[in-house]
């Protein structure tokens, strides 16, 4: 097994382990019968057990953001050059694709395919919460948002976060969006909401 495939497995493992606590914890209590007598005391240890599963699962969020900055870390160390420069992008209308190309070797090179029109959305969303007057976004912001219409919409349904990061990578080798100074794995806009619509109209015009 290689390095890379052994650093995936890795990753994958520490997902499972997350899913699997989470999981223990909500039907711990599951099934148990308690004395009438206990039931005020069971109820603080049960509310207590719930308190432990939404922390477990409020830093499962954070392991989402983190995951994918220790696989741009990885990546960037085999070419010693930021994974957003090894970012492109290509706009296929005769096949109503977009196309995100990721060198990771000199060699290899990752794509990942969407329609157009989902691409022209994730890029929307992103922008309008800025409008609306978030200052910060992070990828699992916009997964959250968009989730079920990437997994309709793409073939993206197993990792929907995966897609929404090549596109923030798009936005970044263009230095529409950049990395938050306050908030870890957050994103600030680093161009007006009419230029970005003005860039995505001049970009998915083109056909190459």
């Known amino acids: 097994m290689s390095e890379k495939e052994l650093f995936e497995v890795e990753i994958e493992t520490i997902n499972k382990c997350f899913e699997q606590l989470v999981d223990t914890f ?7 019968e308690i004395d009438e007598t206990h039931t005020e005391s069971f109820k603080e240890v049960q509310d207590q057990m719930k308190q432990f599963a939404d922390d477990i699962s409020t830093v499962q969020k954070q ?4 995951q994918l900055y220790l696989i741009d ?6 070419l ?7 970012t492109h992008l290509m706009v296929d209308h005769q096949e109503g694709i977009v196309r995100i190309l990721t060198e990771y070797k000199i060699d290899a090179t990752i794509t990942d395919i969407l329609p157009i029109h989902l691409f022209r959305d994730i890029i929307l969303c992103t922008v309008e919460q800025f409008a609306s007057g978030r200052r910060n976004i992070k990828v699992s912001d916009i997964t959250k948002l968009m989730e ?8 993206y349904d197993e990792a929907p976060r995966v897609l929404v990061y ?15 100074s306050t908030v870890r794995f957050g994103h600030n806009l680093n161009k007006s909401v009419a230029e970005v619509k003005e ?9 190459r």
């Not at 392991?63 to 983190?66: C, G, P, Q």
């Not at 010693?80 to 090894?86: E, K, M, S, T």
């Not at 860039?199 to 056909?207: E, F, K, M, Y």
């Open 26 to 32: 909500n039907n711990f209590f599951q099934g148990v």
């Open 73 to 78: 870390t990885a990546n960037s160390m085999i």
């Open 148 to 155: 079920d219409e990437i997994k309709s919409r793409s073939g």
């Open 166 to 180: 090549r596109v923030f990578n798009v936005l970044k080798h263009h230095d529409i969006l950049i990395p938050s």
């Open 63 to 66: 392991w989402v953001d983190y």
């Open 199 to 207: 860039w995505l109209d001049h970009v998915l015009s083109q056909n």
């Open 80 to 86: 010693d050059v930021p994974i957003v420069n090894r």
